[in-house]
């Protein structure tokens, strides 16, 4: 397993390197660039020039590209100075440094991610969890009393939660637990370090969770729907299987059937998704984030595009496929476990 590990590893520099190249290209064919406008006023071409030529815009593209991933020194060098490292440039990818923001002029890309990602980390873990929580357990009572008022109930409530997006539940739960009831606050969850690992409050009561929920639910319903409706269908499928017949057979106890030999296998198709769904949750979460006044990195994410500002925007989609191929990794190490016969020699 370990040297699966390690290949598994070095094919993700080819992968981010190629999404670096393709998104560093695509942003810059986009219409229109990051200062052509201040507000609604349009700036003079010779100003727009001077800014441009402060952040190295006006270098042609392969050599941007260089110097984003390898740093201003090394343009400097490689191009015998005709291309001069300035103060406060890019000191490359590859050394941590991900570049100035171009629309927040006094922040960098890093400490704009230091300051979202763990509060979309912390939304993203949470929504999963109501969601596995919620979902699996349903879908597995639904299969289990197939064609039931049960297993119809579960179903609807399913459907109910997939059709009703997280845009109109959290609005609703604005509405009746923080203005009628006053039970809880609105807009208050922000980034506060000190954290454990970097994403972990120190102080997990109620302050925190008062906070949290209510965003938390708005976004793993969804999830916990869509879980139990594909938990309950890969259920099904394997209670069908020879194997579950021949443990049937053999005596063995309705829930040593379903928990040791059904289960494990039919949580295979559950797992697959957990790897693209949890990168998407933390990533791409700017509706529930914008209603509940969350500073997380959906918002950046979206507003870069508008905006123009090519150094957030390659940020954070480098970000996502880092947490994209990160949590596939995961899910492959965990098909061993649930299926013995899975190995990855």
């Known amino acids: ?185 609105v807009a208050t969850w922000g980034a506060k370090p000190p954290f454990i690992l970097g994403f972990i409050p120190r102080n997990l009561g109620w302050e925190f969770w008062s906070k949290a929920i209510m965003p938390s639910v708005a976004l793993g319903t969804g999830l916990s729907a869509y879980i139990a409706r594909l938990t309950r269908a890969s259920l099904l499928q394997v209670l069908r299987e020879d194997y579950i017949r021949t443990a049937r057979s053999k005596g063995l106890h309705e829930r040593v059937v379903i928990i040791v030999h059904a289960l494990k296998n039919s949580l295979i198709p559950v797992v697959t998704i957990m790897g693209p769904l949890f990168a998407a949750i933390v990533t791409g979460t700017f509706i529930v984030e914008q209603i509940f006044g969350i500073n997380g990195m959906g918002k950046h994410f979206v507003m870069s595009v508008g905006n123009r500002d090519y150094q957030i925007l390659m940020g954070v989609t480098l970000l996502y496929t880092l947490l994209l191929v990160g949590a596939n990794l995961i899910v492959d190490l965990t098909y061993a476990w649930l299926d013995p016969r899975i190995r990855f020699d």
């Open 1 to 185: 397993m370990t040297r699966y590990i390690i290949r598994r590893i070095l094919g993700f520099i080819p992968v981010m390197f190629a999404v670096a190249i393709f998104t560093f290209v695509l942003v810059r064919v986009i219409p229109g660039g990051p200062f052509d406008f201040v507000g609604d006023r349009a700036l003079p071409p010779s100003i727009v020039a001077n800014i441009e030529a402060k952040y190295h815009l006006d270098w042609p593209v392969h050599i941007q590209f260089i110097s984003y991933l390898l740093g201003d020194d090394v343009v400097e060098l490689l191009t015998g100075g005709e291309y001069e490292m300035t103060a406060g440039g890019s000191r490359g990818l590859i050394r941590g440094d991900l570049g100035p923001s171009l629309f927040y002029r006094s922040q960098s890309v890093n400490d704009i991610i230091k300051g979202s990602f763990p509060i979309s980390l912390q939304l993203g873990i949470l929504a999963l969890a109501i969601g596995i929580g919620i979902g699996i357990p349903a879908g597995i009572i639904a299969a289990l009393r197939q064609n039931s008022w049960v297993d119809y109930t579960a179903t609807f409530v399913a459907v109910l939660g997939v059709s009703i997006p997280s845009m109109v539940i959290g609005p609703v739960f604005i509405w009746l637990f923080a203005i009628r009831l006053g039970w809880l606050p």
